[in-house]
């Protein structure tokens, strides 16, 4: 009888444990290869970041994730073959050259992940592509609608799925083994991260500590700070390279209400988890027009481009010291507050009138929980050409100041006040404009 040959693709699903796709390989194949790729810079992100690699704070996350992992696959007799290559190149050459006959990965909100198994499928039409969403709250199959009949608003969508059943899955303990004289791997380097340990085993970690604290009952008071560790619950790195599921979360905080109770603020945890569940649904609606400057619209922003401009951004040396601030945390941590997220965005859009396209390029770089279908979704709702019907959204960034800030210790922590230079000494192809007729 032909050995059942599997290839599992971890991508934004780093775990062992409450891995539904993962347990159902074990049932499944005779033999596993375990493969990784690193996140490549495509043209269109070095293009729109204007940088030419993931940004130091978010690269080592990534590292300590894929490392834990690796450990916890080589503690069940198992390998995780890790390249730093295009991943079609790679998944293509293992079914080749090992007989592939299975092939496992998340059902992706991502359109660049999705084309490699569709391309994949194209090459080897004998070979069985099994796709399921391991990184979210509920199963396409489970969703009271299809996903053309997906609700245009967060709202419509909540009200139909917050009483759906949420559980976790099975725990593995055994892995098959890989096939025999595996191909040699990419080692990870030794790493750190300022703000958080990359890993499975730690995400479980925090997450289990910030249910024995009482921090969850206040949340909702203190979720638009714009510093400090506890003022939210910090899941989002490891939910976004899918060291932690949702589903997980969700039942440690079912655990917490009944042993703590239940009020807003715990509600309010969900209804986050809700929103990131809808943009990922939302992501795989919508596809390419995710990164589309109009976004779902018929009528593009009236924003252009002015590349002084957006490096003044990127480098927090705007006239605006609280997005300065902000900026230079980004960069330093790579971490953001909610609430900074939202008015550095609304900040690029409103003042200085640049394309969205590039603030969320370059997010994309730099923060350790970056999600493609939040952080793409989340710009295009500021910009008004996303999934809200109030258009979009601009904040007074002198009020937001006073009331999350009214005393500039943020500000003066992150120096943000440091380095103000005027946004228009150059036009929008950086020719000064002091020597434009009339300025002499």
Same mark, same amino acid.
């Given at each position: 009888?032909?050995?059942?040959?599997?290839?599992?693709?971890?991508?934004?699903?780093?775990?062992?444990?409450?891995?539904?796709?993962?347990?159902?390989?074990?049932?499944?194949?005779?033999?596993?290869?375990?493969?990784?790729?690193?996140?490549?810079?495509?043209?269109?992100?070095?293009?729109?970041?204007?940088?030419?690699?993931?940004?130091?704070?978010?690269?080592?996350?990534?590292?300590?994730?894929?490392?834990?992992?690796?450990?916890?696959?080589?503690?069940?007799?198992?390998?995780?073959?890790?390249?730093?290559?295009?991943?079609?190149?790679?998944?293509?050459?293992?079914?080749?050259?090992?007989?592939?006959?299975?092939?496992?990965?998340?059902?992706?909100?991502?359109?660049?992940?999705?084309?490699?198994?569709?391309?994949?499928?194209?090459?080897?039409?004998?070979?069985?592509?099994?796709?399921?969403?391991?990184?979210?709250?509920?199963?396409?199959?489970?969703?009271?609608?299809?996903?053309?009949?997906?609700?245009?608003?967060?709202?419509?969508?909540?009200?139909?799925?917050?009483?759906?059943?949420?559980?976790?899955?099975?725990?593995?303990?055994?892995?098959?083994?890989?096939?025999? +004289?595996?191909?040699? /791997?990419?080692? $990870?380097?030794?790493?750190?991260? &300022? =703000?958080? !340990?990359?890993?499975?085993?730690?995400? *479980?970690?925090?997450?289990?500590?910030?249910?024995?604290?009482?921090?969850?009952?206040?949340?909702?008071?203190?979720?638009?700070?714009?510093?400090?560790?506890?003022?939210?619950?910090?899941?989002?790195?490891?939910?976004?390279?899918?060291?932690?599921?949702?589903?997980?979360?969700?039942?440690?905080?079912?655990?917490?209400?009944?042993?703590?109770?239940?009020?807003?603020?715990?509600?309010?945890?969900?209804?986050?988890?809700?929103?990131?569940?809808?943009?990922?649904?939302?992501?795989?609606?919508?596809?390419?027009?995710?990164?589309?400057?109009?976004?779902?619209?018929?009528?593009?922003?009236?924003?252009?481009?002015?590349?002084?401009?957006?490096?003044?951004?990127?480098?927090?040396?705007?006239?605006?010291?609280?997005?300065?601030?902000?900026?230079? +945390?980004?960069?330093? /941590?790579?971490? $953001?507050?909610?609430?900074?997220? &939202? =008015?550095? !965005?609304?900040?690029?859009?409103?003042? *200085?009138?640049?394309?969205?396209?590039?603030?969320?390029?370059?997010?994309?770089?730099?923060?350790?929980?970056?999600?493609?279908?939040?952080?793409?979704?989340?710009?295009?709702?500021?910009?008004?050409?996303?999934?809200?019907?109030?258009?979009?959204?601009?904040?007074?960034?002198?009020?937001?100041?006073?009331?999350?800030?009214?005393?500039?210790?943020?500000?003066?922590?992150?120096?943000?006040?440091?380095?103000?230079?005027?946004?228009?000494?150059?036009?929008?192809?950086?020719?000064?404009?002091?020597?434009?007729?009339?300025?002499?």
């Amino acid at each position: 009888m032909k050995q059942k040959v599997g290839l599992y693709w971890f991508t934004c699903d780093l775990r062992i444990q409450d891995n539904t796709l993962l347990w159902q390989a074990n049932c499944e194949v005779d033999s596993l290869l375990c493969v990784y790729c690193l996140p490549q810079m495509d043209r269109y992100l070095v293009r729109y970041s204007q940088e030419q690699s993931l940004g130091s704070e978010r690269l080592a996350f990534l590292q300590q994730s894929v490392a834990c992992l690796s450990q916890s696959l080589e503690n069940m007799g198992q390998k995780l073959l890790v390249f730093d290559d295009r991943p079609l190149d790679v998944l293509n050459r293992f079914i080749q050259d090992y007989g592939v006959t299975h092939f496992y990965c998340d059902l992706f909100s991502g359109v660049n992940e999705q084309s490699v198994v569709d391309r994949l499928s194209q090459l080897h039409s004998d070979l069985t592509c099994i796709q399921e969403p391991v990184n979210t709250l509920f199963s396409q199959r489970l969703l009271p609608f299809t996903l053309g009949e997906l609700p245009s608003t967060f709202t419509q969508f909540r009200k139909q799925v917050e009483h759906l059943p949420i559980g976790v899955d099975s725990s593995l303990s055994a892995l098959p083994e890989p096939p025999a +004289q595996v191909i040699s /791997t990419l080692n $990870m380097e030794e790493v750190s991260c &300022q =703000l958080f !340990a990359g890993g499975e085993t730690p995400g *479980l970690a925090h997450c289990s500590g910030y249910f024995a604290t009482p921090l969850a009952s206040h949340y909702k008071q203190t979720r638009n700070e714009l510093d400090g560790f506890d003022f939210s619950t910090k899941f989002s790195p490891w939910l976004a390279v899918g060291c932690l599921s949702p589903k997980r979360i969700f039942v440690l905080l079912q655990e917490y209400e009944q042993r703590e109770g239940a009020n807003d603020s715990t509600y309010w945890i969900f209804f986050e988890l809700l929103w990131r569940e809808y943009f990922h649904w939302y992501g795989k609606q919508w596809g390419r027009s995710l990164f589309k400057f109009s976004g779902l619209k018929d009528a593009a922003p009236l924003t252009s481009f002015y590349s002084y401009r957006f490096q003044q951004w990127k480098h927090g040396e705007t006239q605006y010291p609280i997005v300065n601030a902000c900026m230079k +945390q980004l960069k330093a /941590t790579g971490y $953001m507050s909610n609430r900074g997220r &939202q =008015l550095v !965005a609304s900040c690029l859009i409103h003042e *200085l009138g640049l394309d969205w396209r590039y603030g969320a390029a370059y997010f994309e770089t730099q923060l350790v929980d970056y999600d493609v279908a939040s952080n793409w979704g989340n710009w295009q709702y500021l910009a008004g050409v996303g999934a809200d019907p109030r258009g979009s959204r601009h904040f007074n960034l002198a009020k937001q100041t006073e009331m999350y800030d009214p005393d500039k210790v943020f500000i003066e922590r992150w120096h943000g006040n440091k380095a103000i230079t005027p946004s228009d000494h150059v036009d929008m192809v950086d020719w000064p404009l002091s020597c434009l007729k009339g300025d002499e």
